[in-house]
């Protein structure tokens, strides 16, 4: 039997297919706001990516190239179920390289290696409202966007300095989009919110659980909040990649054994290839490769 | 061909990837506003309604989009056209259009007079699709704005003369406002709300 003739390509319907595109352009008409959509079950659970997932397979054709990460890594257990879920579902060609890849879904991370203007980044998406945590009503953050009220966010980014001495979120740090609304990077480290700002790539956002898509279209301005006496700063990593010698990019750290030994390397576990492949070796590469 | 036979015929032959071609190209010219797109996948709907028009309508219209015609179109065979191969109702208020269409050398009524959305919903406005004689060859503007790397030229012929006022006041309305798909032949140029035109000088 052929599997593939029991669903329509990408899975989705034509009529949640046309739904979810008509979302994505007006997203992409209102950068940063959040359009909402009648999110459908998808054949994983939430939290998955399904919103993600859903934006991926609207704008998905035969000829796209597909690379799913989960945190910076393609081999993962959610980026491969996700990415065998589209092998099958639209026979796509998929990568693990930056490089190839015309559409790229995310769960955490931006690539380190820029994104050009021919590729999508899609992000999966839990809690889209960045103010839900001020306000739990709906109708209530809607009007604070509407009338740009977005004080209470500042106050809470204070309060964070006055208790930590900086601003203490790392992850999913909010921005404002050319100007106007305050939006939610979805979990993403705020090591990658410099990466969103006048990126040559189009960024979709999906929330399935909340049925909201947002976009960044390219060349757009994305400014982290802060303030004055204490500007927004990313991460910095006292040292290099231990593998490919990187400096500047976002590190994870992995335990080596059970007697403390650790290392840093690179979370882009792309990245980190290319440049090995490149030459670049850092002072545990050989050890590892040893190990191998 | 008989006008019922006009009807039912001329919509995609593989409507799931002909729509998904279409769509891809709208997104890109909507995200990179002042590009033109030429379709892969074309419609060949009654006249007056454009191939590349006919298009969009195919890829994004259905029975949730109440649609908007202009006289010349309402018409036509058209409306019946679309009904068919869409299911969109047609319907004859602006301001409760998701989605609308001019044909060529037709008048553009005041954008204000379709759907703006509201300040908590302003995706809730009309899709404004134009036909106009070509996407170049016209008086040149200058575009600025979300998804333009520094500033993009685009010269669209047989745009009303009032045109560039009409943007400016729809671009004041932001985060409310139309957004516009011109069309001619194959080819679409796309112009979201945020997009700022000036006059080249
Ligand atoms: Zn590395």
Redesign the interface.
Known sequence: MNDLATY??AYLD??T???I???????????G?Q??FASREMPMPYGWGTGGVQVTA?????DDVLKVIDQGADDTTNAVSIRAFFQKVANVAVTTKTKEATIIQTRHRIPEEPLR?SQTLVYQVPIPEPLRFLEPRETET??M???EEYGLMHVKLYEDIARNGHIATTYAYPVKV?G??VMDPSPTPKFDNPKMHRSEA?QLFGAGREKRIY???????VVSLDFEDHPFEIQKFDRPCALCCAENVYLDEVVLDDRGGRMFVCSDTDHCEDRRCAGHAGPMLAIEEAAE | MTAQSQIYAGGFADPEFEAQTVFRTLMDCFARPGTIGRLTALATPPSPLGMATGAVALTLCDHDTPVWLSPALVKSAAPNWIAFHTGGPVIELKDEARFAFVERDGAVPGFDQFALGTAEYPDRSTTLVVEVEALTGGRPFIGRGPGIKDEVVIAPKGLPDLFLDLWAANRALFPRGIDLVLTAEESVLCLPRTTRLSIKG
């Open positions: 329509n390509f034509e009529q297919k046309r739904m595109r008509r979302a994505i352009l007006k997203a992409i008409a209102i950068p706001y359009v909402p609207s704008i998905l054709g035969p203007e809607r009007k966007h509407a009338l050319e106007r609304y189009l976009a960044v279209p390219p060349y757009t301005q």
